[in-house]
T-cell receptor
């Protein structure tokens, strides 16, 4: 089984500042890792995913994340945030190597970008 | 890109009645669909996994007789909340996909309020 810990429930930042949302995972098998964003009363939108290959993954909206196997982390970063980035962000993990593995989500981090 | 349509977006029903939520993959055939429940300011809890043409697999603690899932075709899965009670009020989200590598797309969610 897998588990995900998002260390910060809320992260307030000012517009144009850099931000890092932290995610650690636990798993006894190799994993795939994902970051999703959720705007109020909406479903989830995939920001980026790590399946294999380069540990630095670039996603949509200027976000990127780095997979660190030794630290079992997959932190999400953006060098300069906008007001429109205010949303809930979820880190998720699934076991790799199969075709239909379910996602296990962290509890989410609310990113609030202030002017 | 892959589009998943979830309907209705909001529903209010009386206690004791049943409610059906639809999840459709619009431009691809989804061999697997997942149903999640999200409580306010919390993460997504996987309720069940449904594969086309077979019975859904429910997660531990989820009442299969209360949350009926049907995946009758490769483009449609339904979740029926039977004999709804106020404690069933929640945000329900589906996701659909072909496999983990390809990725799963989420619907926009259904806000269920039982009065």
């Amino acid at each position: 089984a897998q588990s995900v810990t998002q260390l910060d429930s809320q992260v307030p930042v000012f517009e144009e500042a850099p931000v890092e949302l932290r995610c650690n995972y636990s798993s006894s098998v190799s994993v795939y890792l994902f970051w999703y964003v959720q705007y109020p009363n909406q479903g989830l939108q995939l920001l980026l995913k790590y399946l294999s290959g380069s540990t630095l993954v670039k996603g949509i909206n200027g976000f990127e994340a780095e997979f660190n196997k030794s630290q079992t982390s997959f932190h999400l970063r953006k060098p300069s945030v906008h007001i429109s980035d205010t949303a809930e962000y979820f880190c998720a993990v699934s076991a790799s190597g199969g075709s239909n593995y379910k996602l296990t989500f962290g509890k989410g981090t609310l990113l609030t970008v202030n002017p | 890109g892959a589009v998943v349509s979830q309907h209705p977006s909001r529903v209010i029903c009386k206690s004791g009645t049943s409610v059906k939520i639809e999840c459709r993959s619009l431009d691809f055939q989804a061999t697997t669909m997942f149903w999640y429940r999200q409580f306010p300011k919390q993460s997504l809890m996987l309720m069940a996994t449904s594969n086309e043409g077979s019975k859904a697999t429910y997660e531990q603690g989820v009442e299969k007789d209360k949350f009926l899932i049907n995946h009758a075709s490769l483009t449609l899965s339904t979740l029926t909340v039977t004999s709804a009670h106020p404690e069933d009020s929640s945000f329900y989200i589906c996701s659909a996909g072909i496999n983990t590598n390809y990725g799963y797309t989420f619907g926009s969610g259904t806000r269920l309020t039982v009065v």
